[in-house]
C-alpha cells in the first residue's frame, strides 16, 4: 500500500497495480498436471476387496498432485488415493481402491487430481472411463 501511495497521481501507479495483479492471476491460473491417463485394465487382489487403478500422469518438476481414485460396479464402489512428487517427466501411479468385494469383469472408474502449487486456488483434472477388473 505504501507504495501505490509513493506513486499516487502518477502514471507510474496504473502500471505497477497491472503487474502486480497479472503477476497474482497468472500464478492462480497456473496447472501442475499437464496430462493423465487411466489404463483399461485394473488388477484384483486375491480376496477381491481391492483394485489397483493405474495410469501416468505428467506434471511440472516440484510440485505435488494428490490423486483419488474410484471404481464403480453394480452395488459396489471404492475409492483410495496416493501422492505423486512430480519430476516433469510421465510418472506411473498405482491407486489402492478398496470398499467392497468386487468381481472380475467390467467396471467404471474416474481418477481425479488436486494440485496446489502454492497458489491459491488449487486445481484439478479427471479423466474416467469403463474398465476390466482381472485376477
Known amino acids: 500500500m505504501k507504495v501505490l501511495n509513493a506513486v499516487k497521481g502518477s502514471r507510474w501507479r496504473t502500471a ?5 495483479l497479472t503477476g ?6 497456473f496447472a501442475a498436471v499437464s496430462a493423465m ?7 484384483l487382489s486375491p480376496g477381491r476387496l481391492h483394485a489397483t487403478l493405474t495410469g501416468t500422469v505428467t506434471c511440472t518438476p516440484g510440485t505435488n498432485v494428490y490423486l483419488s481414485g474410484r471404481v464403480v460396479q453394480r ?11 512430480c519430476d516433469g517427466s510421465s510418472q506411473r501411479y498405482a491407486i489402492d481402491v ?4 468386487f468381481r472380475a469383469g467390467r467396471a467404471r472408474a474416474d481418477v481425479s487430481t488436486y494440485e496446489c502449487t502454492g497458489e491459491f486456488p488449487c486445481t484439478s483434472k479427471y479423466v474416467d472411463g469403463v474398465i476390466r477388473l482381472t485376477r
Do not use: F, Q
Request: no cysteine; hydrophobic share 45%.
Open 98 to 101: 478398496s470398499g467392497g468385494v
Open 16 to 20: 505497477l497495480l497491472a503487474t502486480v
Open 37 to 43: 491417463t487411466l489404463d483399461s485394465n485394473a488388477a
Open 75 to 85: 452395488d459396489v464402489s471404492g475409492y483410495g488415493s496416493t501422492g505423486i512428487a
Open 24 to 29: 497474482a492471476l497468472a500464478g492462480s491460473a
